[in-house]
């Protein structure tokens, strides 16, 4: 289950990318960077603001990183 839905212009059959988010210091700057570690398809959108999905990929990792509460986001794939 996520935290997005038609309201965010999602439809079944789509899919998203798992990122995990670490802050980097580089040349006294801190950065985000986004490190794919899996990917989900759409199954059903229930409503504008949550969708059901399947994992294509990566599920060992994306539970890992879950379970450490380790900062995920899901993002549209291109």
């Known amino acids: 289950l ?5 309201g965010f212009g ?9 990122v995990e ?3 980097m210091e580089v040349n006294g ?3 985000q960077r986004k490190k794919e570690i899996g990917e989900l398809k759409i199954t059903k959108v229930e409503d ?3 969708s059901i999905c399947s994992v294509s990929s990566g ?3 994306i539970n890992s990183k879950f379970e450490s509460k380790v ?3 899901i993002i549209t794939k291109d």
């Open 48 to 50: 504008e603001n949550f």
């Open 71 to 73: 900062k995920i986001q």
């Open 29 to 31: 700057k801190k950065i």
């Open 10 to 18: 999602l439809k079944k059959g789509d899919k998203l990318k798992v």
């Open 2 to 6: 996520i935290a997005g839905g038609s």
């Open 59 to 61: 599920g060992i990792d």
């Open 21 to 23: 988010v670490v802050e």
